[in-house]
């Protein structure tokens, strides 16, 4: 098929052919079945091509796109500045003060009440699970310590980005 | 009494100024402006439905890290619609490249939508037929022709707009135009006309 035929159907169904050059591809429609059928295929696939299905974006779209951008997440600790540090801390350093100051006495205290019991089961495992006991309140404070460093500095993280 | 496209100029001034002063909202409305075109845009230029959605946010990714770069001398959606082009081409340039290396059995390799099943008794079957075979044509057609075709149909954009987005002259964009219409008939209906006098 030639370009120049391809192009006079073109230019008749875009309406860009002068008033004389739309008598006469009309006229030659007429005569040339080559022509006509070439009209055909053309007119079929300009209105396939007008009529494929659109996609929708999704409803999360510009929430996504926001997100990669505007709000681009940070690293947790990208940015902090010596206040943010201490922001965090300040509440560790408090449960492990807490921790070192009353461990005593709470182990004073908790040696009468389990003595025994510590006692025996110091003989069955074999291990003396009370012995250091500043660090065994350490043991089960620390995790606390940690969960207050994440939680304040999440918090701060979420004000910062508010 | 200023023209359409003067007022155009004038709002795509207003939302740029706002989104370089930090406004969340102004870069989020001209995503939703323009996050329909772009991402079907996308998916023709590309061939890659599945993805698109993807790709059309890398779009707006780019375009948020450009916009202090955005000189206001041709129209915001020109400038949007560029950028999405070259991600897609450059996407099913690599598509291509990758799929040289890709076993065509492997199940995981998209090829375009379905829009019909086998059996169907869709009265409108033929038709639908056409639509995915067109779709499926599309990103292999050659760049310049389809970037043509794409943006003519797709919004019905002028041939003025098309050669602003493409940087070429309106009667370039014409024929860009009618050889990808013929590359296309050529493809879907071979010669089934040649034997006709």
Known sequence: ???????????????????????????????????????????????????????????????????KTVRE?????????????????????????????WGKDLWAKTQGAFGEGAGAMDSVLGVKLFADQPFMLLGLLLPAAILAVAYFSLTNRCCMER | MSTP????????????????????????????????????????????????????QEVFVRVWKGIDSFRGDCRLSTWVYRIALNLAIAESKSARSRSQFLDIDDPTVERGPHFVNEGDDNPYREEVVLKEQM????????????????????????????????????????????????????QMFGDEIEDLE
């Open chain 2, 5 to 56: 496209a003067a007022e155009e100029r004038d709002q795509d001034h207003a939302l740029i100024s706002r989104i370089k002063a930090g406004d969340e909202r102004a870069f989020a409305e001209l995503v939703n402006q323009y996050k329909g075109m772009v991402l079907n845009l996308v998916a023709r230029m590309s061939g890659k439905v599945e993805s698109a959605e993807d790709l059309a």
């Open chain 1, 73 to 101: 997440p940070v690293g947790l600790l990208d940015g902090w500045t010596w206040l943010d540090w201490m922001k965090g801390l300040a509440p560790a350093l408090a449960i492990g003060l807490i921790a070192v100051l």
């Open chain 1, 1 to 67: 098929m030639d370009d120049r035929m391809i192009d006079r159907v073109c230019l008749y169904l875009a309406g860009e052919l002068s008033a004389e050059e739309k008598r006469a591809f009309e006229s030659e429609l007429a005569t040339n079945a080559r022509l006509k059928a070439l009209l055909g295929q053309m007119e079929r696939l300009d209105a396939t091509l007008a009529d494929l299905p659109e996609l929708k974006p999704s409803s999360a779209f510009t929430y996504r796109v926001l997100e």
């Open chain 2, 135 to 186: 779709f499926r044509l599309l990103p292999s057609m050659p760049e310049k022709h389809r970037t043509a075709v794409v943006l003519f149909y797709l919004k019905q954009l002028s041939y003025n707009e098309i050669s602003d987005i493409m940087g070429v002259p309106v009667g370039t964009v014409k024929s860009y135009l009618f050889r990808g219409k013929a590359w296309l008939r050529e």
